[in-house]
C-alpha cells in the first residue's frame, strides 16, 4: 500500500480537534511496542545530514519520520511537535544536535546504532521511539526505569517475586495498564493545572507527561507517573504564562499547535487569515487565533486548573484544526510523490 494512501486514511480518521493518543487507537501501542519494525543503520543511512543550523524541508522532515520508524499516520503529530522543539519557519526546521524532536534526557542505545545527537533526522526518530516503548535488546543490560509515553508498564513483586528466591511466592512482577501510568488527559500537577481535565495527553504517540517503564520480569521496579510541572516528555507548554512559571503561549497540547501555526506564517504575525504570534511581547505572552478580517479576537488565555470558557475552548480549536490542515496537508503532498511502498 502506498504511503500515501496510509497518510489520507489518517487524515479521514482524526478526531475533530487534535491527534488522539493510544485509546483511541490501540495498533500505535502495537506498532511502537514492536522492536521487528525499528529502522536499520541501512535506512538511516540512506537519509541526509543536515549540519547545525540547516534548515530541514518540511517534506523531508515527513518523509525522514517514516523511514527511521515512525507510522505515516503520525506524520502530522511527528510535523506539530517538532514545530514546538526546534525552529521552525514556512521553510523547515533548524537541525539542532539534540534532534528536531529534542530527545535531550539520557538515552539507552539506538537499534540502529545511531550515536546521541546525531544530526542524521532519521536516527533521532530512532531515540523519539525509545521515549515511546523502549525494548530491551540486550540480556545483560535491563530498560526498566526508562520514561516512556507507551511502553510496558509494571510493578514488581520485590524478593518474594524474585528468580533467584528458591522460595519466591509470587510472579516477578504484576502488569499495570498503560493508562494508570500515562493518562489519557494532562494531570492537575502538569502544565496548565489540567485545565480541569480537559487538554489531551498526547499528540499522536507524543505524550506530556510520561511514565517509568519497567520490564515484566524486573521483581524491583515500579512503574510511576513522571510528576511536578516539568517533569515532561515532550514538555512544550510546561513553562506557560498562565501557570506563573514562564512565557510559553499556551499549555500543553496547545503550546505545539499554536508554534506550528506561527511556523506556516509570514514572519509578521499572520498564517494566512489567522493570526499568531506566539512570542512574548514587551515581556508579555504573544496571542493567537484572532482572524482579523472578521473581527474575530484572540484566544483569551484559559485559567489555570479551570477547563477554558466555550469561547475560548473553540478558539484553541480553531488553532488546533487548522495546524492539522497545514500538517495533514504536507504529510499528505511529501508522500504523494513518493514511490515508497509499505
Not at 517514516?66 to 514546538?84: K, N, Q
Not at 531515540?127 to 507507551?150: E, I, P
Not at 494566512?272 to 484572532?290: A, K, L, N, Y
Request: hydrophobic share 30%; with cysteine.
Amino acid at each position: 500500500m502506498k504511503l500515501a494512501t496510509i497518510v489520507n486514511a489518517a487524515i479521514a480518521s482524526r478526531a475533530q480537534h487534535g491527534i488522539p493518543g493510544p485509546t483511541s487507537d490501540a495498533s500505535m501501542v502495537s506498532h511502537y511496542s514492536d522492536i521487528s519494525n525499528r529502522a536499520s543503520a541501512g535506512d538511516i543511512s540512506s537519509c541526509r545530514e543536515f549540519a547545525d543550523g540547516e534548515f530541514i524541508p518540511w517534506a523531508t522532515v515527513a518523509r525522514d519520520w517514516v523511514t527511521g520508524g515512525g507510522r505515516p499516520e503520525d506524520c502530522a503529530a511527528a510535523l506539530i511537535v517538532a514545530s514546538g522543539e526546534t525552529s521552525c519557519t514556512t521553510e523547515g526546521c533548524a537541525s539542532v544536535k539534540s534532534g528536531i524532536w529534542q530527545v535531550t534526557s539520557p538515552d539507552m542505545p539506538a537499534p540502529s546504532g545511531c550515536a546521541d545527537g546525531d544530526t542524521n533526522a532519521c536516527c533521532t526518530v530512532d531515540f523519539v521511539r525509545n521515549h515511546f516503548a523502549t525494548q530491551n535488546m540486550s540480556k545483560t543490560t535491563s530498560t526498566s526505569f526508562q520514561v516512556a509515553c507507551l511502553g510496558e508498564f509494571n510493578k514488581g513483586n520485590g524478593w518474594a517475586g524474585d528468580p533467584a528466591n528458591e522460595k519466591a511466592t509470587l510472579p516477578p512482577s504484576n502488569p499495570v495498564p498503560r493508562g494508570d501510568v500515562v493518562p489519557d488527559v494532562v494531570p492537575a500537577d502538569h502544565s496548565g493545572g489540567g485545565l480541569g481535565g480537559t487538554q489531551s495527553n498526547w499528540i499522536g504517540p507524543f505524550c506530556h507527561q510520561g511514565g517509568t517503564s519497567c520490564e515484566w520480569n524486573d521483581p524491583y521496579c515500579k512503574s510511576k507517573p513522571q510528576a511536578g510541572q516539568t517533569g515532561d516528555n515532550w514538555g512544550g507548554g510546561s513553562l506557560w504564562r498562565g501557570s506563573g512559571d514562564g512565557d510559553q503561549i499556551y499549555p500543553f497540547p496547545y503550546y505545539y499547535y499554536a508554534r506550528f501555526v506561527e511556523s506556516h506564517g509570514d514572519g509578521k504575525g499572520m498564517t494566512g487569515d489567522m493570526h499568531c504570534h506566539t512570542m512574548p511581547i514587551s515581556g508579555e505572552v504573544g496571542t493567537c487565533g484572532g482572524v482579523p478580517s472578521k473581527n474575530i479576537p484572540d484566544c483569551a488565555q484559559p485559567e489555570s486548573g479551570k477547563a477554558p470558557s466555550g469561547e475560548t475552548q473553540k478558539c484553541l480549536d480553531s488553532i488546533t484544526d487548522y495546524a492539522l490542515q497545514i500538517a495533514n496537508g504536507i504529510c499528505a503532498s511529501a508522500f504523494s510523490t513518493s514511490d515508497v511502498a509499505v
